[in-house]
């Protein structure tokens, strides 16, 4: 990626940037997690399509063009002066990989939220990091209501590999969503050490 | 700005019928379309990804402090992009903020780059893995919210 810094006239750092991808089906509590965590609300980015893009000299071209737009949440969490963590919620449908190859590149890893109520949502979510080789742990939001299911029956549901964590969580609440953090940074740290 | 309505665990009508944003999005940009669709291109001046610095969505941004600014040479989204990125925010920070697509953000902000306006900090990528000290002031972090 860039590497221009333009630095030398600026009198504050400034601070470079992580991020964590948070992927799941729909109201799997994506938005929620990143909530429970971030210093800010969330904030949603539209991203139009990339062939409106590339049409930008040709206004009649675009309007003749199926323009899609894909919004993304997130959130911030400023790790210190020189570091600022972005949490993205992922737009779960298959259709929208093409923006998940772009948002993966480069990022520290992957939570994917698991809802025990419609598992096979987030199947794709699993493949789709185990393929590109982006470490993840597997979140189970724990619904009221819901079914409890133990860590290893999901594990075994998703046929994770024995390294992948599997952790129990209440994406509302900002401790349970620091320890699925947690438990993702330290996963890195342990492939980083391997 | 869309709405965070993505999960209310006391709603009850939470579930796939009622939260396809797809439907949303449609239902969003029926009236209005042409405005939204030509509008940001317009502001970037028919520019394109070829003549822009590399940006990334996080690629933090912070408006350059001694530079003397030609306010008649810049567009006014750029007037507020300036403005927004006295404190360091990132592309998709900006986007949100200014509710301008990530893409024309990238546009905007490169002009404002070559012409020493503001900074850009490269994000760490795979292809600079992250060491281990970040890794664990990231878990300090983390610990501390």
Known sequence: MASRDFDPVAEAPVPSALKILIAGGFGAGKTTLVGSVSEIAPLSTEEVMTEASYGVDDLSGVESKTTTTVALDFGRITINESLVLYLFGTPGQERFWFMWEELSEGALGAVVIADTRRLETCFASVDFFERRDVPFVVAVNCFEGAHRYAPDEVREALSLSPETPVVLCDARDRASAKEVLLSLVNRVAERVAA | ?145
């Open chain 2, 1 to 145: 700005m869309q709405e965070h309505d993505e999960f209310d665990p006391n709603d009850p009508r939470h579930g796939l019928e009622h939260r396809d944003p797809i439907d949303g999005f449609d239902d969003d940009t029926g009236a209005g379309e042409d405005d939204r669709l030509v509008r940001p291109y317009v502001i970037a001046q028919g520019r394109d990804h070829a003549d822009s610095v590399r940006l990334d969505m996080i690629s933090v941004v912070i408006a350059a402090k001694r530079a003397e600014v030609d306010e008649l040479a810049l567009e006014p989204e750029q007037l507020r992009i300036l403005e927004l990125c006295r404190r360091p925010q990132s592309v998709a920070e900006v986007s949100a903020h200014l509710d301008i697509p990530v893409a024309v953000v990238k546009v905007l902000l490169s002009d404002l780059l070559n012409r020493g306006l503001a900074l850009a900090r490269a994000p760490y990528t795979a292809k600079s893995p992250v060491s281990r000290d970040v890794l664990q002031a990231v878990l300090d972090g983390i610990q501390r919210l």
